[in-house]
């Protein structure tokens, strides 16, 4: 969990644009806004949704598996790398 303590002001405001996002749907819904705008509105919000998995993902896989930056050069950090890269272009 110290990695989501380290990153703690990041991550509030991650979930504060998020908030907004989701604020911005209700919003949408109560005054009968036009559905495409509300799809926009919705898929922007999940794309948010990915990003803020993806980072605590990445910092989980960095903190309690293996850090790829100690030991670069290692079999296991290059694996653990592209990992992260995987899980950051699957989340997009």
């Known amino acids: 969990m110290a990695h989501v303590v380290r990153d703690k002001k ?3 405001n991650r ?4 908030q907004g996002q989701v604020n911005a749907i209700e919003r949408s819904l109560q005054k009968n806004a036009d559905c ?3 799809l926009h509105t919705v898929a922007a919000c999940r794309g948010a ?4 998995m993806a980072e605590v993902i990445e910092g989980h896989i960095r903190f309690h598996v293996v850090d790829p930056d100690h ?7 290059r694996a653990t790398q592209e990992l992260i890269d995987v899980i950051k272009m699957y989340m997009k």
């Open 49 to 52: 949704i990915d990003g803020l």
């Open 10 to 12: 990041k991550l509030l």
């Open 15 to 18: 979930i504060r644009r998020i």
């Open 71 to 77: 030991h670069p050069a290692s079999e296991r950090a």
């Open 36 to 38: 495409s705008y509300i």
